[in-house]
């Protein structure tokens, strides 16, 4: 499977470019418009969004702020954009319209051509995996505990979980969502009790395997300053992809 290839196809067509553009070292500039065949976004976040990849930009940008972003981020190094001043110069813009950045703007990683790590230093846990396929996950909506792994949206629909039990009590969950056609967006969450001990790991691990039988290609989200998250997605396999900013109605 090209995974990266399929990445590199999706981006394309949630930013309204080509691959060439997305691969090529100029940053990229697209006026926002409606989009029939990108991932899931609701319509607020996309007055602006921006891509960092390979240490370049791409800006999806509402007409009004075209011609801003085009000027001020034309030549920008990509890799520098996340810089806090930077964020807050952009935000001080979005804020005369209305929006701001949004809070979960994520780093995002997908599945490596390397295997997961064994270096597994955490207290192993003797727990059995569930799967719970796409008909049978609304029946876990009162397990209100795990939100990252499901979101039970109509729009963004789930479809596969895989749900760490142990003595009759569910301890975690990753869950997929369809958010494009063959590019699904994973979540994961472990109770406070069971932490630090390879739940997580494990479940994101089998869960993107799973996936990969399945000709689907998992993305792995997760914030700039989450540390912990990250050596999770490093640990069950993944590897650093893309960047992302949107924004959101103040």
């Known amino acids: ?86 964020l807050k110069e952009v935000d001080n813009i979005l804020n005369r319209y209305g929006y701001q950045i ?22 192993p846990v003797d727990f059995r995996i569930k799967w719970v396929e796409k008909a049978d996950i609304p029946g876990l909506r009162e397990e209100n505990r795990f939100w990252n792994s499901f979101c039970f949206n109509s729009d963004v629909p789930d479809m596969l979980g895989a749900i760490a039990e142990k003595d009759g009590t569910y301890i975690g969950a990753a869950g997929v969502r369809a958010s494009s056609e063959n590019l699904w967006e994973m ?17 994101v691990r089998v869960l993107k395997d799973e996936l990969l039988q399945r000709g689907k290609v998992p993305y792995y989200g997760t914030a700039e300053s989450h540390i912990k998250s990250q050596k999770v997605a490093v640990k069950a396999g993944f590897v650093p992809a893309w960047a992302e900013v949107y924004t959101r109605k103040i």
């Open 187 to 203: 979540g994961v969450d472990v109770l406070e009790t069971a932490q630090g001990k390879g739940v997580a790991t494990t479940l």
């Open 102 to 123: 949004h809070p979960f703007s994520h780093h995002n990683y997908i599945p490596g051509d390397h295997f997961a790590s064994s270096d597994n230093t955490e207290e």
């Open 1 to 86: 499977m090209d995974i990266k290839g399929i990445m590199l196809e999706q981006l394309a067509r949630d930013y309204a470019c080509s691959i060439v553009d997305i691969t090529s070292r100029r940053n990229v500039f697209v006026e926002a418009r409606k989009l029939s065949n990108s991932r899931y976004f609701a319509e607020d976040t996309s007055f602006l969004r921006v891509l960092c990849i390979n240490s370049k930009l791409v800006f999806f940008a509402d007409p009004v702020l075209y011609s801003w972003v085009r000027e001020r981020f034309d030549g920008f190094p990509g890799q520098w954009f996340f810089n806090i001043q930077t």
